[in-house]
């Protein structure tokens, strides 16, 4: 298959993918729960903001949806079924992935509008909270999978998956996850109350974008969810992709049914909870882990 | 020596980068179909520099700690290779994160300001 069918096969996973993410959000959501990323959009106009940043506002969605696009080119669909296979797999999907924090962050300040800059300072104390413990859930599996290579990620568990040998850094994941995905109940950046945030002073061909890329981003992490703990694309009877698919929207399933039991965070709570609980736990994971490859536990 | 063709690093990241030039272009063909929209005015007052952020000595942990967890995923690759000596290593080094945190948080640096 040519280079360019195959990249234009991973941007049509990344519109179908956002697309299906966006319809099980839709559907999910009752009505006394604050959607967040996933508002109703207005697509029938443009927006022109008075004081905003000329080039700033308009790149935010541009700058997010191809972080995302990027983030896919990893991910294993199945034998042959991916982008590229890259040594350094998932840390280039941490890098690439927030893309979508620079995106949110440059439309937020560009826009120039009180609840547009609020919710750019909100996303990026988000990410100040959530990446340290995101990045040591992924440690742990990297140990045992002896690879950054989404491929050997997945062959590493060909006996058991990572979720049994490592339940911590699994909750540590569906935590963080949320927390990356700005779904409840880590909304703040998109709450009610300041308009949807950076959603505010989006319509038409920015509206648009910034669904895909925000459905995008929780399609991503649900599938990195899946690759790293429920062991990807593989299983019985059911060709791999399959597989891939049900795993990824069962899990993000599972992820927004357990966000939705707990009340709102405030960006305040969400960094004490990172720093105070998470980081120190996912720490501890990393030693338990280490403890179990030396007692000769893992593939 | 023979090349064929150019490495495989260079293909994976050419790849890469023709993701990236068609997503632009995704974005871009999205722009123009909506160039015809009715588009709507929203007036407000600037409001940079009417805004300060509460979370300083927060972000600048987090730099340090983010520089530290990256050293981790080189180590995390080798580790079932080198044993009980890496893990030593770790040991120590999670030792001294862990005091770092300890230290932040006992100095009021895990507040909000």
């Not at chain 1, 990824?248 to 039991?261: I, N, S």
């Not at chain 2, 064929?4 to 990236?20: E, R």
Request: net charge neutral.
């Amino acid at each position: 298959m040519g280079m360019i069918a195959t990249a234009a096969l991973v941007l049509v996973a990344l519109v179908l993918g956002a697309a299906l993410t966006l319809l099980v959000e839709r559907l999910s959501t009752p009505h006394h729960v604050e959607p967040g990323p996933a508002q109703a959009a207005d697509v029938r106009h443009s927006l022109v903001i008075a004081n905003s940043d000329r080039w700033l506002l308009p790149a935010g969605p541009v700058v997010a949806l191809t972080g995302v696009a990027l983030a896919l080119v990893v991910l294993p669909f199945g034998p042959g079924l991916i982008g590229r296979d890259l040594g350094i797999g998932v840390f280039y999907v941490i890098v690439v992935i927030d893309f979508v924090v620079l995106g949110l962050a440059l439309a937020g300040w560009g826009a120039n509008t009180a609840h547009a800059v609020e919710a750019c300072y909100r996303i990026i104390a988000q990410l100040v909270a959530y990446v340290v413990p995101l990045g040591l859930a992924y440690v742990g599996v990297i140990m045992m999978a002896r690879s950054l290579s989404t491929v050997a990620i997945v062959e590493a568990q060909s006996g058991l998956w990572f979720v049994v040998l490592q339940p911590i850094g699994f909750v540590l994941y569906l935590v963080t996850g949320l927390m990356q995905s700005y779904r409840a109940p880590f909304l703040e950046p998109f709450a009610a109350s300041i308009g949807g945030g950076v959603l505010d002073v989006s319509a038409g061909w920015s509206a648009l974008l910034w669904r895909i890329a925000l459905a995008g981003v929780l399609f991503l992490v649900a599938a990195i969810g899946a690759l790293l703990y429920l062991g990807g694309a593989t299983g019985p009877l059911l060709p791999g992709w399959a597989w891939m698919i049900i795993k990824t929207y069962a899990l993000m399933a599972l992820m927004l049914w357990l966000g939705r039991l707990v009340r709102p965070f405030s960006t305040a709570q969400m960094l004490a909870l990172s720093w105070k609980l998470l980081i120190p736990l996912g720490l501890l994971n990393v030693l338990l882990v280490g403890g179990l490859i030396l007692l000769g536990v893992g593939p | 020596m023979t090349s064929s063709g150019p490495s495989p690093i260079l293909n994976d990241y050419g790849f890469v980068a023709l993701v990236l030039v068609m997503a632009l272009g995704l974005a871009l063909l999205v722009a123009a179909a909506f160039l015809r929209a009715p588009g709507l005015l929203m007036r407000t007052p600037s409001i940079w520099g009417q805004f300060r952020f509460g979370y300083a000595v927060y972000a600048l942990i987090f730099l340090a700690f983010d520089m530290e967890m990256i050293f981790m995923y080189p180590w995390a690759v080798v580790f079932a290779d080198i044993g009980i000596s890496a893990f030593l290593d770790m040991l120590v080094f999670i030792v001294l994160l862990g005091a770092g945190i300890a230290y932040a948080w006992g100095m009021g640096g895990l507040e909000w300001e």
